[in-house]
């Protein structure tokens, strides 16, 4: 991985960083006063305030607003950003319950991931925030900073982050991957999707590996434009530049992904209900609904119930689940994880 002059894995240094916020700051007529401003919303002492965003990573362009990280200690948040025009450029102005941010931080590096337990669309989705938010901390320029929180923030940057960051784009690229694969012969367009953001994952894991940690898929392609990666820019341009992808490009990419991550090994696919199902057990058949919208009937079978976290079925990465769950999850009624094997959660 690369390593920056203060020896931090992937994390720029300070200098570099007030460099970057001062010439945005100076292009638009404003200072760093009119930015500390924007900080206090009046919802609590802001602990620490964090300059962050595309404009700090070195990816921001003319029209790029600035991030502004607050945590503070109040019960009354909302994770909606506040926008803020007043000084004729956007700042996004993200506050957040400080004690929660430090759980989640904490738990991305101590608790084992992806462990079937923990493998649920409500807890993937919860991981994935929790990496947005202490990424882009850890690799911006701290304006507000009250002890211990400024012990607490030199701890994120360390090589453990990097490694969860790389860990995640590996094991969802995984997941996208298994998803496009299941698709392909029944719903292409879908597959398609799937395969783009499977080769975009991959190609984001090999970033972080080199040492490009901002967690955004979108800057993808300006991370590997840093690293010089005229290979991974050209699999990148070939994915978005093909509307209607045959099959067998969508099984080259797919390849691709295979090639940038190796093996899979140990990862089980772990199907779960999507949000809003409910079953019917009648005498012939099932009924799986969706927000009671649409509905799709399959032969009789022992389910669980539609509004918990059961493992609906799991099996080794690749393996293909029986053809009346493939035909739930082409019509999106259960949701992909994939997890290390756990025997008593085998079904």
């Known amino acids: 991985m690369k390593t920056t002059s203060t020896g931090a894995v992937g994390f720029p240094d300070p200098a570099t ?3 970057r916020l001062d010439l945005f700051l100076e292009q638009r007529g404003m200072n760093r006063d009119a930015v500390l401003k924007e900080a206090d919303q009046g919802v609590g002492t802001p602990l620490l305030a964090v300059a962050a965003g595309s404009v700090l990573t070195g990816f921001g362009n003319p029209r790029s607003d600035l991030d502004l990280l607050v945590l503070v200690e109040s019960e009354r948040l909302t994770r909606f950003p506040i926008q803020s025009h007043e000084h004729g450029t956007l700042i996004d102005v993200s506050i957040r319950r400080a ?32 990496l947005n938010t202490t990424s882009r ?10 002890p211990p929180w400024d012990d607490w923030y ?14 995640w784009w590996t094991v969802e690229a995984h ?20 395969a783009r953001e499977a080769v975009a994952a991959a190609l984001n894991a090999r970033a972080t590996a080199e040492g490009e940690l901002y967690f955004l898929a979108k800057w993808v392609g300006e991370k590997l434009k840093v690293l010089g990666d005229t290979r991974g820019t050209a699999l990148l341009r070939d994915t978005l530049s093909s509307p209607s992808p045959s099959p067998e490009q969508l099984r080259h990419w797919l390849a691709s992904v295979d090639l940038l991550l190796g093996d899979a090994a140990p990862l089980h696919s772990v199907l779960r ?21 649409r ?42 994880g994939v997890a290390d094997p756990a025997p008593e959660a085998a079904v």
Do not use: C, K
């Open 273 to 293: 209900w999507s949000t809003g199902i409910g079953t019917t057990a009648l005498d012939d058949r099932t009924v799986v609904d969706r927000w009671r919208l």
């Open 175 to 194: 997941r996208l991957a298994q998803a496009a694969r299941w698709l392909l012969d029944v719903r292409p367009p879908a597959a398609a999707v799937r």
């Open 295 to 336: 509905a799709l009937e399959i032969p009789p079978r022992d389910l669980p119930p539609g509004d918990g976290d059961a493992v609906v079925w799991s099996g080794p990465l690749g393996a293909l689940p029986p053809a009346e769950l493939m035909s739930l999850f082409a019509h999106d009624m259960l949701w992909l």
């Open 99 to 130: 004690e929660s941010v430090r759980r989640s931080a904490a738990e991305l590096a101590e608790e084992p991931w992806p462990r079937f337990a923990g493998v649920t669309e409500a807890a993937w989705n919860h991981r994935r925030r929790a």
């Open 17 to 19: 960083l007030s460099t």
């Open 154 to 167: 030199e701890g994120l940057r360390g090589p453990w982050l990097a490694s969860a960051v790389e860990q």
């Open 137 to 146: 901390l850890a690799l911006g320029l701290p304006l507000v900073v009250s």
